[in-house]
């Protein structure tokens, strides 16, 4: 085997389990997000406390506020604020890293979300939307009232240079049709949802239950196939073409010496 076989082996190895490792955690990603579809289909309406709750509602009308980083009306919103650094890692791929600034969250203490002639409360602070809008900036605008020291603490935080901000948001309005997965607080007073066990977590979806299950399913699968596509097909993509030149210059050196004269 010549220097510069081995060294192209050598790549091609590299390369190979770079990029099956990539298409192994991808399609684990599609798996976790199948089984959340599987878990998200299931039935859990009993309005009881103490009781595992999936289940469609409406968002309750009430005062409308000004969310803190957009400024438009709704009934609640919830803004990150972070700092950012930016740079490019071991393979010259561009990484980002983020440390929390603050969290501003407006709105009324309790959520409520109507489901036939009842009434199930989110606190406010429970809230955390997976679906927001995301803005990055050099500075932050006065109006989030994030001090100086708020900053320096994030930015200790960074184990790279600073190189910016960056602001997610996410609101929601009165009227708005939620698919609701959580539990049910096991105590007096308002039906109250808490994380649900298996999650660890609340989802409120903006959306019906069929929606949610099918964007997962449709993510999944995507995920799941372009995984075995990096794994099966990008991955050992370098050792076929270096098999395919190997066997022509093998065929045409046979082609040679069985076309050269015999003495």
């Not at 081995?6 to 990603?29: C, D, Q």
């Not at 600073?162 to 009227?175: H, L, P, Q, R």
Request: a positive charge; hydrophobic letters at 40%.
């Amino acid at each position: 085997m010549s220097k510069t076989l081995a060294i192209l082996l050598g790549l091609a190895l590299v390369w190979l389990t770079a990029w099956t490792i990539a298409g192994y955690y991808m399609r684990e990603a599609g798996i976790e997000k199948l089984a959340q579809s599987d878990y998200f289909s299931t039935s859990a309406t009993r309005l009881e406390r103490g009781a595992d709750l999936r289940v469609e509602g409406t968002i309750v009308e009430g005062p409308s506020v000004a969310a803190p980083f957009s400024e438009k009306q709704c009934l609640a919103a919830v803004t990150y604020i972070s700092v950012v650094s930016r740079y490019r890692d071991s393979q010259n791929k561009v990484a980002t890293e983020s440390s929390s600034v603050a969290t501003r969250r407006v709105g009324p203490a309790n959520i409520e979300i109507a489901v036939g002639d009842k009434r199930i409360e989110l606190p406010l602070e429970r809230w955390s939307p997976k679906q927001y809008s995301y803005t990055d900036m050099s500075t932050l605008p006065p109006r989030l009232g994030v001090t100086a020291e708020q900053i320096a603490s994030a930015k200790e935080r960074l184990q790279n240079d600073f190189t910016g901000f960056s602001v997610s948001e996410a609101t929601i309005d009165g009227g708005t049709r939620v698919f609701a997965v959580g539990r049910l607080e096991d105590r007096d007073g308002p039906l109250r949802l808490e994380a649900d066990r298996l999650l660890e977590r609340i989802e409120l979806y903006p959306g019906s239950q069929d929606d949610l299950v099918k964007e997962l399913r449709g993510s999944g699968d995507g995920l799941r196939v372009a995984g075995w596509i990096l794994g099966a097909g990008v991955g050992p993509l370098p050792l076929a073409i270096i098999g395919l030149v190997l066997l022509v210059r093998r065929r045409k050196r046979t082609a040679t010496a069985a076309a050269s004269p015999r003495g």
